[in-house]
């Protein structure tokens, strides 16, 4: 697939993925959801896998893969589905929008070509201030709105951090391998904590679908695609697709789940977003220019 459209079919995917996750958790519990999403995601990626005759080795180095992309998958996806349940659906797309500053930060600090530019520290502020807004938002709601910001906020340095560390282990599989590796790792723990929560007595049908939604499109679909394009693309631009997801995300929430926007939130997403086109283009900036020659004069 062409690396465009690849592009282009995440950026949906994601867009819709924050209104799924709190579906799929709607009346069985988000334990049970997004087990049930990775259970059905895992058999849809073994199977596309073994009609595509895709490798999927178990050597040392392939573990290591698996393990960098399993893990980080557990821990952001539990920590989504766990702070969903107490926070409007588009408010994930909002938080996860904080995705390319905080890969670059641990792209400075595993990378070693990656460094910061003017543009890019004006754009971590206008982004941090962003989400400061978000922040204040939340304690105007009940007490466990922070609480599900700050999972959030956990869960994109999570993702950001296992994107950075498979660039750097630079996995020759494709990106379909090193997703059901990935899932192969995580399913089980996903699993494990389901059942440590019980089951539930019967699953709705809007939590039915969006856990099948989920499971076809976000895991068997999104994830070799979100591989795919770490693999031909550099870590801190595939998650500029979160430039565009927000404000999706936000319209979706509303038009769909009766979600109420109000003026603060927008204003911290129009901060994010901001913050992220100067981190992309700050370099064309006039002051960019001068930050460039300041460092280049000598002492």
């Given at each position: 697939?062409?690396?465009?459209?690849?592009?282009?079919l995440v950026?949906m995917?994601?867009?819709?993925?924050p209104?799924?996750?709190?579906?799929?958790?709607?009346?069985?519990?988000y334990?049970?959801?997004?087990?049930?999403?990775?259970?059905?995601?895992?058999?849809?990626?073994?199977?596309?896998?073994?009609v595509?005759?895709?490798?999927?080795p178990?050597?040392?180095?392939?573990?290591?893969?698996?393990?960098?992309?399993?893990?980080?998958?557990?821990?952001?996806?539990?920590?989504?589905?766990?702070?969903?349940?107490?926070?409007?659906?588009?408010?994930?797309?909002?938080?996860?929008?904080?995705?390319?500053?905080?890969?670059?930060?641990?792209?400075?600090?595993?990378?070693?070509?990656?460094?910061?530019?003017?543009?890019?520290l004006?754009?971590?502020?206008?982004?941090?201030?962003?989400?400061?807004?978000?922040?204040?938002?939340?304690?105007?709601?009940?007490?466990?709105?922070?609480?599900?910001?700050?999972?959030?906020?956990?869960?994109?340095?999570?993702?950001?951090?296992?994107?950075?560390?498979?660039?750097?282990?630079?996995?020759?599989?494709?990106?379909?391998?090193v997703?059901?590796?990935?899932l192969?790792?995580?399913?089980?723990?996903?699993?494990?904590?389901?059942l440590?929560?019980?089951?539930p007595?019967?699953?709705?049908?809007?939590?039915?679908?969006?856990?099948?939604?989920?499971?076809?499109?976000?895991?068997?679909?999104g994830?070799?695609?979100?591989?795919?394009?770490?693999?031909?693309m550099?870590?801190e631009?595939v998650?500029?697709?979160?430039?565009?997801?927000?404000?999706?995300?936000?319209?979706?929430?509303?038009?769909?789940?009766?979600?109420?926007?109000?003026?603060?939130?927008?204003?911290?997403?129009?901060?994010?977003?901001?913050?992220?086109?100067?981190?992309e283009?700050?370099?064309?900036?006039?002051?960019?220019?001068?930050?460039?020659?300041?460092?280049?004069?000598?002492?």
């Open positions: 697939m062409p690396v465009p459209a690849a592009f282009l950026m995917i994601w867009s819709t993925t209104l799924g996750i709190q579906w799929s958790g709607a009346g069985v519990g334990e049970f959801g997004v087990a049930a999403r990775m259970c059905i995601g895992l058999v849809a990626l073994l199977i596309i896998t073994r595509l005759r895709k490798p999927l178990f050597h040392r180095h392939a573990l290591l893969i698996y393990a960098a992309g399993g893990l980080p998958i557990f821990a952001a996806m539990t920590l989504v589905y766990s702070s969903a349940q107490h926070i409007p659906s588009g408010w994930i797309s909002v938080i996860f929008g904080l995705s390319p500053l905080l890969t670059s930060l641990f792209a400075i600090v595993l990378l070693p070509e990656s460094r910061l530019s003017a543009g890019k004006s754009g971590m502020a206008l982004g941090l201030a962003g989400l400061a807004v978000v922040f204040a938002e939340s304690f105007h709601l009940d007490s466990a709105s922070w609480l599900g910001v700050l999972g959030v906020c956990a869960a994109a340095a999570s993702q950001s951090f296992g994107a950075v560390l498979l660039k750097k282990l630079g996995p020759s599989l494709p990106a379909i391998s997703t059901t590796g990935s192969l790792l995580a399913t089980p723990l996903f699993v494990a904590n389901s440590f929560h019980g089951l007595d019967a699953i709705p049908d809007r939590a039915l679908f969006a856990i099948v939604y989920l499971a076809l499109m976000g895991s068997a679909i994830f070799p695609l979100y591989f795919y394009l770490l693999q031909n550099r870590a631009r998650a500029l697709i979160t430039l565009i997801t927000p404000v999706t995300a936000l319209l979706l929430g509303a038009g769909l789940n009766a979600e109420v926007i109000s003026a603060r939130v927008w204003l911290g997403t129009a901060l994010i977003l901001a913050g992220l086109a100067i981190y283009y700050g370099k064309y900036l006039p002051f960019s220019k001068h930050w460039r020659r300041w460092k280049q004069t000598p002492l």
